[in-house]
């Protein structure tokens, strides 16, 4: 079940008769953590974007913000912060939106802990499968919030995004319930971020995960736009030939009995992001650390575990650590 939700930024102080400016922490300052820093921030809320750039000069900075196909660019303004500077001014985190790479996203989390509390709620927006339970270890029971989202998102450099995608957003528990309405942010119409609350977010995660594990490798072997793994016929022939490698887990996965069909799926969001770069083909050009363990790596342990055979994904996770 998905349910659409005009959610408040702090509802139980407004119900109690008090005004004030909510306040947000967003953990991780790439595309996806500064888009949601602006969003948040455009919709009312003090935001404090932490980064683990210790270059950026802490306290008040803006955060260049602008939509794909508009030329006008919008100064938002954050607080700039890292781990060890919030903890100085010993800043309590009451919201916090989680989003580091897969890789990251634990030891992240785990370096502002001691500034959460037992009502603390966190929003992962990672990426990937196989690190979830950590992250929950971390925090008091129920205090989770799974975030996946078909947003787009490209960083131009430090502190300057461009929304390249508008999508929505599914939360919910991995426990399969609703979260508390009032844990979650309200976003305003003229914000444009959507959001919805879902008791199902696990079968969200892993198609997420499968069209990720489908799409990511092949545009950083193939160094190529999203698009082209359609329209390149040896590139959609290699793509189908994943696909129903990836096919094979979903007898061990939520969407077992959900007809979910891997290729078209991937095909639908290749084509509706034609002309993206994917995270990992830009992190591939860059030299950077690719979220392989999450996604075609996570597979991998997976394929061990039920006997699965995926040649062409391991081949792909071999060429990808080679070169990277």
């Known amino acids: 079940m998905v349910t ?57 900075q803006n955060i260049q913000f602008r939509t794909t196909g508009d030329d006008a660019v919008i100064d938002v303004p954050v607080s700039l ?26 030891t992240a989390l785990a370096s502002v802990k001691q500034l959460c509390s037992t009502d603390t ?58 979260p508390p309405i009032d844990s979650l942010p309200s976003i305003q119409p003229a914000v444009d971020l959507q959001w919805q609350t879902s008791n199902d977010i696990e079968s969200a995660m892993w198609q997420k995960f499968l069209v990720n594990c489908a799409i990511n490798p092949l545009t950083a072997i193939f160094n190529c736009d999203n698009g082209e793994l359609c329209s390149n016929s040896q590139y959609r022939d290699t793509l189908r030939l994943l696909c129903v490698e990836l096919a094979a887990f979903l007898p061990f996965s939520p969407l077992a009995n959900k007809n979910f069909d891997v290729f078209q799926q991937a095909i639908k969001v290749a084509e509706a992001t034609a ?32 006997a699965i055979d995926c040649p062409l994904n391991r081949d792909l996770c071999s060429q990808l650590q080679a070169g990277n």
């Open 4 to 60: 659409d939700n005009n959610l408040n930024l702090n509802k139980s102080e407004e119900s109690a008769g008090k005004v004030s400016t909510p306040e947000w922490h967003v953990l991780g300052a790439g595309a996806v953590g500064c888009l949601w820093a602006s969003k948040l921030a455009l919709a009312g809320a003090a935001v404090t974007l932490i980064t683990r750039d210790t270059s950026l000069a802490t306290g008040k």
């Open 81 to 106: 912060q890292t781990s060890q500077s919030l903890s100085r001014l010993n800043q309590a985190i009451g919201h916090l939106v989680l989003a580091t790479k897969s890789y990251d996203a634990v």
């Open 121 to 178: 709620q966190v929003i992962c927006l990672a990426n990937g499968l196989g690190f979830h339970q950590q992250l929950e270890d971390l925090l008091s029971p129920g205090r989770l919030t799974v975030g996946v989202t078909t947003d787009g998102a490209a960083l131009d450099k430090a502190l300057s995004v461009t929304h390249t995608g508008h999508g929505t957003t599914l939360l919910g528990y991995r426990q399969n319930h609703l």
């Open 275 to 306: 002309a993206n770069i994917s995270s990992m083909r830009r992190d591939h050009q860059l030299g950077r650390r690719l979220e392989l363990e999450h996604l075609n790596g996570y597979l991998l342990t997976l394929a061990k575990e039920h």
